[in-house]
């Protein structure tokens, strides 16, 4: 078993038992060992993975430093989908520090790459926490069309899903759209 192996199994094992800051660190550590052997893109996927670690910890600023970066390798590889996450991580990681507005955006942008990769399920997620944003942020219609179209990209919609879904129908009709 190569070192990054065994780092890699200890960091899945701490994060699977709550203990975010050792399983970010060691997230961290594997990014460093897969950067000097040139594995750029995996060593970004440690740093999302620590980025995710870090935000579960309560360290916005760590989970950005970890993130930064990491979408331009992705986009570099032609990988939409892992671009697309790296977005997330970000945007997630810019809201928790308060950054509303580059919170907005990077979760628009990795809307826009799931829709591309066709990844629904992401898609949808994301667009969840943009219309929660959004909603915050006083874009009661922005934020209800950005619901409307999380929930359109769910191939089967759970009771509370479907019951949001007839409520956001109320004020659309309301304006003919």
Known sequence: MTEIDANLEEAQRAYKEEN???AAKKFE?????LNDTGDAPRAAE???NASVAWLRFGDAQAALRCA?????????AGDLQKQGMA????????EALGDIPAAIDSYQQSADLFKQSGDRDLRATVLQSLSSLQMRRGKQMEAMATMQTALDQKPK???REKFLQKLLKVPF???NR
């Open 87 to 94: 977005l997330g991580n970000l945007a997630a990681a810019l």
């Open 173 to 175: 009709k309301m304006l």
């Open 68 to 76: 930064e970066g990491t979408a331009a390798v992705f986009a570099a």
């Open 157 to 159: 919609l759970n009771w």
């Open 20 to 22: 975010f800051d050792d």
């Open 46 to 48: 440690m740093k999302n």
């Open 29 to 33: 550590e594997i990014a460093r060992l």
